[in-house]
């Protein structure tokens, strides 16, 4: 089947460093990839739309200039958590999209800012 | 709004027994319900979909769920759990094509 590989699976960082996630399709090619974030105990939320060639689409209440999304293939798209603060500490998990519309996920990471 | 609700966030069963992890939809139009399967350090995996063919639906590994109208519900089921079905499960709802809707997810124990 499809595989998404997200790296890191793990990172720790310290409060105002900036982090980069990358989510990669590996042997198909995926237009739209999506972006959700976990808190413990909660649900996956989605936080953004990632389209190739073209702004990400953020969910309500997702701040566009923390969160970086870019899209620049059809196979990798990076979420950049910037000036992280340790609110921002969560498990963060990438979806990609082929051409039957099937979702694939990535292994997540989980980041710890402290 | 459409939304799924997990019922236990931890299920613990022992090997052999029936598995049943619990979820429940809210929707106010014919809904597209998943059920997902993370295992430790992997990505989720598609166990299963509804789509409005038929009630029931078989999915990999030997797992299967109803979708029951009259009571809103997508239950996960198994006959006999095995060692290596140990992982969290999760419910989803498709909103539309841009947005699925998770649960919170259930973890999964089988003892020995």
């Known amino acids: 089947g499809a595989v998404v590989s997200q790296h890191p699976s793990w990172v720790i960082c310290k409060s105002g460093t900036s982090v980069k996630i990358e989510c990669r399709s590996l042997d198909f090619q995926a237009t739209t990839m999506f972006w959700y974030r976990q808190f413990p105990k909660q649900s996956l939320m989605l936080m953004a739309t990632?389209?190739?060639?073209?702004?990400?689409?953020?969910e309500q209440g997702v701040e566009k200039d923390k969160f970086l999304i870019n899209h620049a293939s059809l196979t990798l798209s990076t979420l950049t958590v910037t000036s992280a603060h340790p609110e921002d500490s969560s498990f963060y998990i990438c979806?990609?999209?082929?051409?039957?519309?099937?979702?694939?996920f990535g292994s997540g990471t989980q980041l710890s800012v402290l | 709004a459409q939304s799924v609700t997990q019922l236990g966030s931890h299920v613990s069963v022992s090997e052999g027994a029936l598995v049943l992890l619990r979820c429940n939809y809210s929707?106010?139009?014919?809904?597209?319900l998943f059920w997902y399967v993370q295992y430790p350090n992997q990505g989720l995996q598609l166990l299963l979909k509804y789509t409005s063919a038929a009630t029931l639906v078989k999915g990999i590994n030997g797992f299967e769920a109803e979708f029951k109208k009259s009571e809103t519900s997508f239950h996960l089921t198994k006959p006999s759990a095995h060692m290596s079905d140990a992982a969290e499960y999760f419910c989803?709802?498709?909103?539309?094509?841009?947005?699925?809707?998770f649960g919170a997810g259930t973890r999964l124990t089988v003892k020995p």
């Open positions: 989803a709802v498709r909103i539309n094509n841009n947005d699925m809707r």
């Open positions: 929707s106010s139009v014919p809904p597209y």
């Open positions: 979806s990609a999209r082929d051409d039957g519309e099937k979702l694939f």
């Open positions: 990632s389209n190739e060639g073209s702004k990400a689409t953020y």
